[in-house]
């Protein structure tokens, strides 16, 4: 099976910064795309950032400019850099990951959510 471990959530002023980090084990072959998608109270998840091996990248426009993916494939591990954070970046963020996975196959794994709140 694999596993995702998020970290870096927290509680952070409008304008301020926080770097998640998401790091992926298990039995795993290869992580193709890897991404981070966010759920605020009472609304649908969606995609933040995501990120495929070869390093090509794509976010959503509420985030564009102010967010960076990036990912270490040695590592295994996605990151996501926030700055100039927002009140309405306030949620809670996932990692996501599509893998293949030694004995079963493609799977599209989950972390268990970090969350990031943003107030003054």
């Known amino acids: 099976q694999v596993q995702l471990v998020e970290s870096g959530g927290g509680l952070v002023q409008p304008g301020g910064s926080l770097r998640l980090s998401c790091a992926a084990s298990?039995?795993?072959?290869?992580?193709?795309?890897m991404g981070w998608y966010r759920q605020a109270p009472g609304k649908q998840r969606e995609l933040v950032a995501g990120?495929?091996?070869?390093?090509?990248?794509n976010y959503a426009d509420s985030v564009k400019g102010r967010f960076t993916i990036s990912r270490d494939n040695a590592k295994n591990t996605v990151y996501l850099q926030m700055n100039s954070l927002k009140f309405e970046d306030t949620a809670a963020y996932y990692c996501?990951?599509?893998?293949?996975?030694?004995?079963?196959?493609?799977?599209?794994?989950w972390g268990q959510g970090t969350q990031v709140t943003v107030s003054s």
């Open positions: 298990g039995s795993i072959f290869s992580i193709n795309r």
């Open positions: 990120i495929t091996s070869g390093g090509s990248t």
């Open positions: 996501n990951a599509d893998a293949i996975v030694y004995g079963l196959g493609y799977k599209v794994c």
